[in-house]
């Protein structure tokens, strides 16, 4: 059972930044495509960035130009930069996983989700 951990989320002002980290260990972590949704309350889970296995990427336009997904398949981490963050960018940030070469941006692929970390962000 493939296990993912997420860390760096935190509480932040407004035009801060935070880097998120996926760790994914004892996974046959190159061949699948990793991605990064959020969750905020009353709202629907949605898709914010992915990178398949072969390296393309995907994001969500609400994030596009601030965020910044990349891997890096030696130590089996994803990662996600957010810069310029907003409070709507408020919300629980999930990795996931999904055999795919390519960048995958609906959560009803994916097979394997870590427990979620918290992003605050304040006006």
């Known amino acids: 059972q493939a296990q993912l951990v997420e860390s760096g989320g935190g509480s932040v002002q407004a035009g801060g930044s935070l880097r998120l980290t996926c760790a994914a260990p004892?996974?046959?972590?190159?061949?699948?495509?990793m991605g990064w949704f959020r969750q905020a309350p009353g709202k629907e889970r949605e898709g914010v960035a992915g990178i398949g296995s072969d390296g393309s990427y995907s994001y969500a336009d609400s994030v596009k130009g601030r965020f910044t997904i990349s891997r890096d398949n030696t130590r089996n981490a994803l990662y996600l930069q957010m810069d310029s963050l907003k409070p709507e960018d408020t919300a629980m940030y999930y990795c996931?996983?999904?055999?795919?070469?390519?960048?995958?941006?609906?959560?009803?692929?994916?097979?394997?989700w870590g427990q979620g970390t918290q992003v605050t962000v304040s006006s």
């Open positions: 004892g996974f046959t972590y190159s061949v699948y495509c």
């Open positions: 996931a996983a999904v055999f795919s070469p390519t960048p995958v941006m609906s959560d009803s692929w994916y097979d394997y």
